[in-house]
C-alpha cells in the first residue's frame, strides 16, 4: 500500500464540542471519515488510520525492484511491468562480411549473459504462488553509433535467493531480430510454470549478429517484462509498513478499540493480517485471533464487478497488551495480504477493482479534558 494513503497519526489533542462517551458504544467511522488528525474529548482519543481505496496497482512490496511500474492497457487490464536496462558494453571488432567470405568463414554471432540483480523478479513472502496467464520477456538492443545489431534470446535460467535453479526455458525455434519476444507461445507455456515456482531472480542468455559494426561501436540491452494481471493465486502475500507515533496517545489508556471495515471488488479472497512493530521486531497482532478474512467480489468475464463484499472486524486490546506496546516503543505497523482465487480458471484485475479500507482507533485513558 503506498504511504500516501495511510492517514498521518498526531498525538496531540484537538478539542471539539462532541463528547465521546464510550469508545465501544460511540465510535463509529462517520466521526473520522473526513479528518485527519486525531481528537481527544473527556478522557478519549480517536485516531484515522486509513480511509482509502486500494487498487491492486497499488500494491508494491518493499523488496521488488525500482524499475517495476504498472500500467493499463486499453481494456482495463492492469499490466506489471519491469523494464530492466543492462550496461554499457562494448563489442566486439568483427570483420566484414567481404572479409570473412574471402577467408571462406561463415559469419557467427557472439553470445552474452544478462544477469539481474536478486529479487528482480515479482515475488512473494510466504512462498506462494501467483501464476500470470499470458507473461512475456522482450529483449531489445540499444547501439550508441547506429550499427543494426540483431539478438536471440538462448535461453532464461530461474533461481531461488540462495542460488538454486528452479528452472530453464528455452525458446523454440527462436530467431533473430531488433526487438525479441519469449512467451508461453514460444516456450510451450514454461514461462508461466517457472513463474508459478516464485523465482527470486533470473540469468538470461543472448546471442547477437551484426553484418558490419562501425568503430568503437557500443551497446546497451533493454529487457522489459510484462505481467498482465490475467492470475490465479495461492497464498500470494504481500506486504507493506505503516510508520506509528502513537506511545503519546497510549500513556495512561486502559482500553483501545480497533474498528476495521472493508469493501472488495477485487475478485481475490483476502487474508488480512496486521503486526506492530519495535524495531522490526513482532510485538503484537492487530487481529490475535485470526487472520481477517474477506471474500472475493463477483465479476464478469471481463473484469467488470457485479457484486461487492462488505466485511468488519473489531479489536479490543486491554490494558497488558497495551503496556507491552508503550513499553516496547511501537513505531511501525506491518500489513500483510494474502490473495486467493478460485484454482480453476484465470481472474482478472482491472484498474476498477479495489479495497475501500477504513479502520480507527478509539482509546480511553485515565484523564479528563476537565481536569
Request: with cysteine.
Amino acid at each position: 500500500m503506498k504511504k500516501d494513503y495511510l492517514i498521518k497519526l498526531i498525538a496531540g489533542a484537538l478539542l471539539i464540542t462532541t463528547a465521546l462517551n464510550s469508545c465501544r458504544d460511540d465510535f463509529d467511522f462517520e466521526e473520522f471519515d473526513n479528518s485527519d488528525d486525531s481528537i481527544a474529548i473527556n478522557g478519549k482519543v480517536a485516531t484515522p488510520l486509513i480511509n482509502s481505496k486500494i487498487k491492486f496497482s497499488d500494491f508494491k512490496p518493499e523488496t521488488i525492484n525500482k524499475r517495476l511500474h504498472f500500467s493499463t492497457d486499453n481494456t482495463g487490464l492492469i499490466h506489471m511491468i519491469i523494464d530492466q536496462d543492462d550496461k554499457v558494453q562494448d563489442l566486439p571488432n568483427m570483420l566484414s562480411p567481404e572479409e570473412m567470405a574471402a577467408l571462406g568463414l561463415v559469419p557467427q554471432p557472439w553470445k552474452n549473459v544478462y544477469e539481474t540483480e536478486k529479487q528482480d523478479v515479482y515475488r512473494d513472502n510466504e512462498k506462494g504462488t501467483l501464476m500470470i496467464k499470458e507473461p512475456s520477456f522482450t529483449l531489445k538492443s540499444k547501439t550508441m553509433n547506429g550499427s543494426k545489431i540483431d539478438l536471440q534470446i538462448d535461453k532464461i535460467d530461474f533461481y531461488k535467493e540462495d542460488g538454486t535453479l528452479l528452472k530453464t526455458v528455452t525458446p523454440v525455434n527462436p530467431e533473430y531480430a531488433e526487438e525479441v519476444t519469449v512467451d508461453n507461445n514460444t516456450t510451450n507455456g514454461d514461462l508461466s510454470k517457472a513463474l508459478d515456482m516464485m523465482p527470486d531472480y533470473y540469468i538470461m542468455t543472448y546471442s547477437a549478429k551484426a553484418d558490419e559494426l562501425k568503430n568503437n561501436e557500443k551497446m546497451r540491452v533493454n529487457i522489459v517484462i510484462d505481467m498482465p494481471l490475467e492470475i490465479k493465486a495461492k497464498g500470494f502475500s504481500i506486504s507493506d509498513t505503516m510508520e506509528l507515533n502513537i506511545n503519546d496517545i497510549l500513556e495512561n489508556v486502559d482500553e483501545l478499540i480497533v474498528k476495521s471495515k472493508a469493501e472488495n471488488s477485487l475478485p481475490i479472497d483476502i487474508n488480512f493480517k496486521a503486526y506492530f512493530l519495535a524495531k522490526e521486531i513482532k510485538i503484537d497482532s492487530l487481529y490475535a485471533e485470526g487472520p481477517w478474512e474477506i471474500g472475493a467480489a463477483t465479476v464478469d468475464d471481463n473484469g467488470k464487478v457485479q457484486n461487492t463484499i462488505a466485511a468488519s472486524r473489531e479489536t479490543t486490546f486491554e490494558k497488558d497488551r497495551i503496556s507491552a506496546l508503550v513499553n516496547r516503543k511501537c513505531d511501525k505497523l506491518v500489513y500483510d495480504i494474502k490473495l486467493e482465487t478460485t484454482q480453476d480458471k484465470y481472474v482478472k484485475i482491472t484498474d476498477l477493482q479495489s479495497i475501500y479500507m477504513r479502520m480507527s482507533m478509539c482509546a480511553e485513558a485515565g484523564y479528563s479534558t476537565e481536569d
